[in-house]
């Protein structure tokens, strides 16, 4: 089957952006028939690595880019996050589960539960990071 892409936005780094980036994850979820309970996941993920971008990549910087791309392939829906910033190792999403109250990796942690899969595609034509993560569509959709 072919790829549907169901979503195409750019976003400016700053925090007040994350509501808006919510509510379009949150749309598009629907869309696809996830209940409700998944999709506040789903978009707690997007919004833990939005805000990882900002914090991060961007150092807190407010005037970036944030590029995201949501897609179906008839099975998945993938969320690509591309931002412009230094490459970041692939390593930073390989963390050893911590005790909950401990910070550190607990967004990563967050990310990896919620997504059937999370990870870089780096290529030698991609400027930034992209993050790529997957998750199965709900049994009804496939």
């Known amino acids: 089957m072919q790829s549907k892409e169901l979503l195409s936005k750019s976003w400016i780094s700053c925090p007040s952006q994350l509501s808006d980036i919510r509510k379009n994850i949150s ?7 996830f209940v409700e309970q998944d999709i506040n996941a789903i978009v707690l993920a997007i919004d833990e690595a ?6 991060y990549a961007y150092n807190d ?11 179906t392939d008839g099975k998945q829906v993938i969320f690509r996050l591309h931002d412009f910033a230094k490459h970041v190792s692939k390593d ?12 550190g990796g607990l967004g990563v942690q967050l990310m990896q539960k919620v997504m059937d ?4 595609i780096h ?12 998750k199965d569509l709900p049994k009804e959709n496939t």
């Open 117 to 120: 899969s999370v990870e870089f």
């Open 27 to 33: 749309d598009v979820c629907r869309q696809l028939s």
């Open 92 to 103: 930073c999403l390989n963390f050893e589960p911590t005790p909950a109250l401990e910070p």
């Open 61 to 71: 910087c407010r005037d970036e880019q944030i590029e995201i791309t949501v897609f």
């Open 50 to 55: 939005c805000t990882n971008i900002i914090r």
């Open 123 to 134: 290529t030698s034509t991609c400027k930034g990071n992209l993050l790529e993560m997957k």
